[in-house]
């Protein structure tokens, strides 16, 4: 799951832009977030004699000392340890096999993608091959890593929503989080609101068109995003997870309602 380095040498341009994100420095190597789990840790630990509890924040910030184990060793270097600085990783995502509901609070199945063979060599010889593999077949690359529900709002829910449970919280039953996919959904830019009749002009089907626009590259995973475009220019989908301007939620098709005339 931290094998980003791989990922880098076919899509230099999403890897460059994923490193600066803050899925990128979603953990340990978050300082705000690393006081605030540190303390979830320390409270849960005292409280239930091990650290269990911070699993609910793990199954998002925390993917890659979670699914190794070491985030349950109350022990665990949250500093030094180098998963502790993974972050949410390229394959931390694209490894997630299905979205079991849009509860949030991680409620995904991740699986142990099938790479090609030589995937994990260090060998040059092997390496090559590796690559030569990839990119003369790179549909069971795609199939693999890219599913269809990437693209979809559900995907997002996974983590951008949260509800706190009685055995985190040992004072009510549920506490709400953030919830930032019901929120899109009850806007005027999902088209499923009543505000879409009046704002914007045009719904997003998914939040990847506003915080992953597409971006023009030269990377091997790079193609023809944007059939409108007149003059067509290779593009990846941009990993920073940019917050959205106000141009890129106003142009479109669904049209604000004509107010109604008066007779004379």
Not at 39 to 44: C, F, Y
Not at 64 to 77: E, K, L, T
Request: glycine share 4%; proline share 6%; net charge positive.
């Amino acid at each position: 799951m931290m094998n980003n380095e791989y990922c880098l040498q076919c899509h230099k341009d999403t890897y460059g832009s994923w490193f600066h994100s803050a899925h990128h420095f979603s953990s340990f190597n978050n300082p705000p977030y690393l006081f605030s789990v540190r303390e979830t840790r320390q409270v849960s630990l005292k409280r239930d004699g091990n650290v269990r509890a911070a699993r609910w924040c793990a199954g998002c910030h925390d993917v890659v000392p979670f699914f190794s184990g070491a985030f349950d060793n109350p022990q665990f270097d949250d500093v030094h340890d180098q998963t502790s600085q993974a972050g949410i990783t390229c394959v931390a995502c694209h490894s997630i096999t299905h979205v079991n509901s849009t509860r949030g609070n991680a409620d995904y199945t991740i699986e142990e993608p099938v790479m090609y063979p030589f995937t994990y060599r260090s060998n040059a010889i092997l390496s090559y091959v590796n690559r030569t593999l990839v990119k003369a077949k790179p549909e069971f690359h795609k199939k693999t890593f890219l599913k269809p529900f990437h693209q979809t709002a559900e995907f997002c829910s996974t983590c951008h929503k949260v509800s706190l449970p009685s055995e985190l919280n040992k004072y009510k039953e549920f506490l709400r989080g953030q919830n930032h996919y019901d929120t899109y959904l009850l806007s005027g830019v999902s088209g499923h609101s009543a505000r879409s009749f009046y704002y914007p002009e045009e719904a997003k089907q998914n939040c990847a068109a506003c915080h992953m626009p597409l971006t023009p590259s030269a990377d091997f995973g790079a193609k023809f995003n944007d059939a409108k475009a007149t003059n067509q220019v290779l593009t990846v989908h941009n990993h920073f997870f940019l917050e959205p301007t106000q141009e890129s939620l106003t142009c479109g098709t669904i049209r604000p309602p004509k107010k109604p005339s008066r007779s004379s």
